[in-house]
């Protein structure tokens, strides 16, 4: 390549450079991009579709703040400018509302809801009033009075608005800059005077989150396994994560199945939960509560069940994806039924859950069974054994037990899904009665505020850690009962009962950590470091997800679990993570697993101490049975998925009349056709208008 030619290169390259930086410019001038967008999401069972999503270039409408529902007119008949993108505020994010938008939806491009910071005074739940209806023990074959909650509808507040379909994007919005940005660009070019229409320009809105997935779980999965390429496009992955477990005695994990002389009481828990909006499920009371209460008494009841070890094998399992039909709990009972578990159902003598414990009402704790397998006397007789356990357990504590009305059925809960294999002695512990205590069940605001988790002024997040709020020390209570119970239930001496107490200054750590923010000093010691990305300055978010690799929470869970019922082990790093105590160490990995958590920095360091943690602690599967067997269209299982996406995110800019656009677009073409008239005309006389002259070849001078 010539000198020339080079300088051409250059100057193309530095041309595309000023070209690119330019619309780069341009685009900015032109879009204000929305910071903090959390969407609706699809998801998809064996019958149906629920959720929102957006046209596969993004859905764009003028923007319209409703002030009332009355103000729907303008939206849904009389508005002159539609499709319209709907900002809500959060009091009309009703039913009601949404679903003369859902109606409509031919007039309506999307909708944004400004979420207010701090919790709606009045009660507010997008879960269904009879929570996993499909999916428990009561059917029409076992206590049909009981089937589809005919007995007692257990969350009355709830809308189903998490269970709809809506076919445009519904994003959650901060109340904070950006919604102020988009408050006055409809104030200042949207809303006609005295009743008029707006003038153009007007302020427009653009949302993206379009879904692959469509139809139901065996539509999307079936074009999954379509392979035309060599890399064939998923449209959508099963929700699946894993649920954790450990054991007061070690269990050999390698030897599944049934283990003769083994008898196991189940304490359980869930980890999950969710919201109307994608990343935003906090589960304070509907999960939280429960599953914090269990791993401070799994703490209280490490030294006891070592220095006096009780006949039984108590079981800590902590179920994942309970709320999308109990999919972590019917999986473990799945595994058991096939011998894929450490025991089977044959080994478990009872079962003792922990749900929602965290609104207590006059300091009680209600103690829910089964009505229909208490018929069996000998059942009856191990339930009523579990309760007086329950009750000696609280005395001398400020937490009273009592039992509903013996004719109720079970709460929405896992043990439900064993009573449905086999009939199991049980109780479902609740700060409910009858209906839930909880007014924002599986909503954005189930969190910290709403157990009154709050601290004082000017302190700092470690302080704030260390701070023992009432809700703490009401569920360490709890947590003192259950481990005492747990103990005697197992078999225990009722003597010890006296020094088996909870840690209010754990559970304090706990509640910070996970409703508060996770990325705090206490955390990051009980992690390894190569996790220590996990951790965040927020909430933590308890959605199960569909990634195989397991979710925040039940990372946290586990090392949790790990540290609060095992032991920190002296042995080097390398041996720790090779699951041995040493290189001849064969058979403690079939027992024992291993942990190398980071530690702490000692003072005026930075390097941290790490050491390793051995106990029983380990992870089970928490995918549907339903995906094993390719049975997409179960009734017995969950078949929960979630479509994938490519994009989401929201801008606003300003949109021109439609009539100006036709004329910019004319004006355009017109000028490209006038450029190409003129090229052509000059190419043809190139030769006359660029010639020179040329001298003769014997010119001389």
Known sequence: MDLLSNKWFANLIVCWFFIGVSCNSVEKKIYVHLNYTVPCVRLLNATHQIGCQSTLSGNVGVLHVLESEENLDWVLSSGPNPPYLVILEFP??????????????????????????????????????????????????????????QATVWNPLGNGLSYEAFDFPIFSLKDDNDTQVIRQCYLDHNRGVNGSAPQYPLCAMQLYSHMSAVTDTATCMRRNSINFSLNPEIVCDPLEDYNVWASTRTLNNTAKGHKDGESVVIAAARLDSRSFFFDIAPGAESGVSGFITLLAAAHALRNATREAQPNRTILYTFFQGETFDYIGSSRMVYDMQNKQFAVDLDNIHSVLEIGQVGLRSESKVWLHSDPVSRRNSSINDEVRKLVENLQLAAGGLSVSVEEPNVSQPLPPSSFQRFLRAQQI???????????????????????????????????TSDEQMEFTTETAKALTEVATMVARALYVQAGGAETQLSSINADSQMVTKMLYGFLVRS?????????????????????????????????????????????????????????????????????????????WVQGAAPPNSTEREGFCVRSTVRLSKALSPAFEQQDYTSRDYSTWTESRWKDIKGRIFLVASHDLEMLTLGVGVGVLLTSLALIYIISSKADMLFSSGREPANATY
């Not at 949404?98 to 997008?126: C, D, H, Q, T, Y």
């Not at 609740?430 to 988790?453: C, G, K, P, W």
Request: hydrophobic content about 30%.
């Open 92 to 149: 009309l994010f009703t039913r009601s509302v949404m679903l003369k938008l859902k109606n409509g939806s031919s007039r309506v491009a999307g909708v944004a809801i400004v979420a207010p910071n701090s919790n709606p005074p009045e009660g507010f739940s997008p879960h269904t009033t009879c929570p996993n209806e499909n999916t428990g023990v009561y059917t029409e074959e076992y206590g049909p009075a009981f089937a589809h909650c």
């Open 519 to 595: 990325n705090n000093s206490w955390f990051q010691q009980l992690i390894p470091s190569d996790l220590a990305s996990h951790l965040a300055n927020r909430p933590t978010n308890f959605y199960i997800g569909v990634s195989q690799q397991s979710s925040e929470p039940t990372l946290l869970v586990q090392y949790l679990l790990a540290n609060l019922t095992g032991s920190a082990t002296n042995i080097t790093q390398e041996n720790c993570q090779n699951q041995r105590q040493d290189e001849d160490d064969k058979d403690s990995k079939h027992m024992y697993y291993y942990m």
């Open 425 to 459: 002695p049980g109780v479902v512990l609740e700060d409910h009665q009858s209906v839930f205590t909880n007014r924002f069940y599986e909503s954005m605001y189930d969190n910290a505020e709403y157990l009154n988790i709050s601290y004082p002024p000017n302190m």
